[in-house]
């Protein structure tokens, strides 16, 4: 089995900063890409960045030069690094990965997703 466990969201001022981190655990193979997404209130979820195993990463339009996403191999780790935050950055943001594990006496590949967590931004 496999784990996404998301770290660092939080509560900050508009133009304060926060850094999501994401872990995966398990009986992993090894990790594909990974990514951010957010969930507004009322909204569909989005991508917010992705990034592959060599670290080539895209934005969201929204967030190019404020966010940055990066990665620890050795860790299964991806982390979010969110500068000059804004109110519609409000959202819960969700770690994905795709993922190739052990399961079964075989390698398995599948996407995985965090429980996600929140980010407020507001005076």
């Known amino acids: 089995q496999v784990q996404l466990v998301e770290s660092g969201g939080g509560l900050v001022q508009p133009g304060g900063s926060l850094r999501l981190s994401c872990a995966a655990s398990g009986s992993i193979f090894s990790i594909n890409a990974m990514g951010w997404y957010r969930q507004a209130p009322g909204k569909q979820r989005e991508l917010v960045a992705a990034i592959t195993t060599g670290s080539t990463a895209n934005y969201a339009d929204s967030v190019k030069g404020r966010f940055t996403i990066s990665r620890d191999n050795a860790k299964n780790t991806v982390y979010l690094q969110m500068n000059s935050l804004k109110p519609e950055d409000t959202a819960v943001y969700y770690c994905?990965?795709?993922?190739?594990?052990w399961g079964g006496g075989f390698v398995r590949s599948g996407d995985h997703w965090g429980q996600g967590t929140q980010v407020a931004v507001s005076s």
């Open positions: 994905n990965a795709d993922i190739r594990y």
